[in-house]
């Protein structure tokens, strides 16, 4: 009889080993694809403040020959040309708003796609 407590001891701690290794390697996979997600994120993100700051530094130009034009009137006939500009910047400002929405979407959908393989 105690050899076959041991024997169902033995069986039961083999048995939870077995599922905290299965539990430890979900874990170990979802701890990589959270740690991908991150770099990419940041490249991403990278990008995106690059662009930014480029379009940032555009519209600081425009808006010195935007005083101009408030105060100064026509600069060589090119009004037209710095609301056409002004347009460009504000449908850039945009699309860079945009992908950045983007990228915080796919990046919520990715950790909970990989949180959720879990559950599985």
Do not use: P
Request: hydrophobic residues 40%; proline residues 0%.
């Amino acid at each position: 009889m105690a050899n076959s407590n041991a024997l169902s001891v033995a069986q039961n701690f083999e048995t939870f080993f077995n599922g905290w290794l299965v539990r430890q390697e979900r874990f170990h996979q979802q701890l990589v694809q959270a740690l991908r997600i991150k770099c990419e994120t940041r490249r991403e993100e990278r990008e995106l403040t690059q662009d930014s700051a480029a379009i940032q530094e555009r519209l600081a130009a425009l808006s010195l020959l935007n005083l101009v034009r408030r105060y100064g009137g026509r600069i060589d006939g090119k009004l037209s040309e710095l609301e056409s500009a002004m347009e460009n910047m504000k449908v850039e400002m945009l699309r860079a708003l945009e992908r950045a929405d983007k990228l915080r979407r796919s990046t919520v959908k990715k950790l909970i796609q990989t949180l959720s393989q879990s559950r599985q």
